[in-house]
């Protein structure tokens, strides 16, 4: 795991500044102590980081889940009593787990995955801009269209006029400059401007900004503007600020509702996360979903006993990860370590840092989720790709990302209901090896996003030195989902030295360049006969 090092380092340390402020918004958004959103980003980084099968896959508390614990800790009587639930929902994920009920994550529609990309990147971007102009009514992590404030995502960035503050503006437009700059220029130049981040001088700079101007009437930063670490006096108070479950209150029905609601809303969102941050991968690794749910469930129970919120692989700090050139599990489980020192040994540092220089790093975040040019290439790919990707973006805009995925999976079935019927016999496998290893794979007529999972596993278990042929000769509707997963596939082929044959009515192609590019070309081909 070390030998991504260099890479994994400086990755971490822009996870560390994405996630801090998420952490202890999540916390106050939770009606929940600060500090239980800090224990539950060094637990997702360092335990379920080392457990996971993931990558790149960051965990820690998440936005989607601040609703369900608010409302939980009013109905169990307290914090401590709702820790009970939390251990008992990463039982449960545990036992998801061991059924192997994580195979659910392979049948979200690419579609709806995109939209929740796309969306989740337009979200930031809102959320972040009244950060961004010194307006920080609304704590961050929020994700809910109506906030709690009784504004909306819209009047709040409407409202940023009268409460612009001008510090925080000059700060923030400095530090967007810092990280475009090095992104655009600098990191092209050298590989010191790679290794030394722009993110991480963003901040530095935000800091010396702080301390210069704390004293001026106009440019100064006021402490609500800030981050806001808990700040111990000694150790034992540091101490003090850890939580450990009531296991009196196990009796309480109420208790195993919510722990069976945490398990289930938790394990939803990081599938739906595994998928995502899977699709990012420059490398395409497939996260094996079961092992993510046990190392979830095993985070849960460890946050829950030490006084932490429940955690899922949460999108934002995964895909900051991929975006800072993340290799390997090290860079999820060092932003954890720096977590845990950072609130130690320089809280009073951390509390320098103005809340718009982290919204222009988040801002980033969001316009490479959610790149114009995407919306172009959905509508591009028909109705039957962009209908289930725009209710997707749509949902999680107005309403909130669980929603969003919820509209955006209806429609997709929907859709995929109208094109396709059903069919038993899509995939059949021929073995003619004789100890070649020559394997036959004919799809069926019609092949969609529900036989995802057999195909991605039939193709992820074929051995080292393979002939594969694919045979589409009967294949007369095939999803976009599967053209991916063979794209996908293309570079894994290459790493286990996997020959692949196309067999189509249009001819036979010897380990093609481009499964999209092939179809493509099909569909160009089908349309000018018709």
Known sequence: MFKNIKNDFPASIVVFFVALPLCLGIALASGAPLFSGVIAGVVGGVVVGSLSGSNLGVSGPAAGLAAIVLTAIGTLGGYENFLVAVVLGGVIQIVFGILKAGVIGYYFPSSVIKGMLTGIGIIIILKQIPHFFGYDAEVEGADSFVEASGENTFSAILNITDNLILGSLVIGLVGLGIILFWDKVLAKKAKIFTVIQGPLVAVVVGIIYFALTQDHDTLSIASTHLVSVPIPDDF???????????????????????????????????????????????????????????????????????????????????????????????????????????????????????????????????????????????????????????????????????????????????????????????????????????????????????????????????????????????????????????????????????????????????????????????????????
Not at 249 to 261: E, L
Not at 367 to 388: C, D, E, N, R, T
Not at 436 to 465: C, Q, R, W, Y
Not at 471 to 481: A, E, F, H, M, S
Request: overall charge neutral; aromatic content about 8%.
């Open 236 to 530: 034992a108070s540091f101490i003090g600020q850890f939580s450990f479950p009531n296991f009196a209150a196990i009796a309480n029905p109420d208790v195993w509702v919510i722990a069976f609601t945490i398990a289930l809303v938790a394990s939803l969102e990081t599938l739906l996360s595994v998928e995502a941050t899977d699709k990012l991968d420059p490398h395409k690794n497939v996260t094996p979903t079961n092992r993510e749910l046990l190392a979830q469930g095993t985070g849960n129970i460890i946050v829950g006993l030490i006084g932490g919120l429940p955690i899922t692989q949460v999108i934002v700090r995964s895909s900051a990860n991929i975006q800072s050139g993340g290799m390997s599990k090290m860079s999820t489980i060092i932003h954890g370590f720096l977590l845990l020192i950072s609130v130690v040994v320089i809280p009073k540092l951390l509390n320098m840092i103005p809340l718009s220089v982290l919204a222009a790093i988040l801002l980033v975040v969001g316009y490479k989720l959610a790149k114009p040019s995407l919306f172009v290439k959905m509508h591009k790919m028909g109705w039957k790709q962009s209908i289930p990707f725009t209710v997707t973006v749509l949902g999680i805009v107005f309403i909130d990302l669980l929603w969003g995925i919820g509209l955006g999976l209806a429609v997709g079935v929907v859709v995929i209901l109208l094109k396709s019927y059903q069919n038993s016999h899509f995939l059949h496998i021929e073995d003619n090896s004789n100890g070649k290893h020559k394997i036959k794979m004919t799809l069926a007529e019609e092949v969609t996003f529900f036989n995802k999972g057999a195909i991605l596993k039939e193709l992820d278990s074929l051995p080292i030195d393979t002939q594969l042929e694919i045979n589409l000769i009967k294949t007369r509707y095939l999803d976009n989902d599967i053209i991916e997963i063979l794209e996908d596939f293309l570079f894994k082929a290459e790493e286990r030295n996997i020959d692949i044959k196309l067999v189509s009515k249009r001819g036979i192609v010897d380990n093609p360049s481009s499964f999209i590019k092939f179809f493509n070309e099909r569909e160009k081909s089908n349309l000018s006969l018709s």
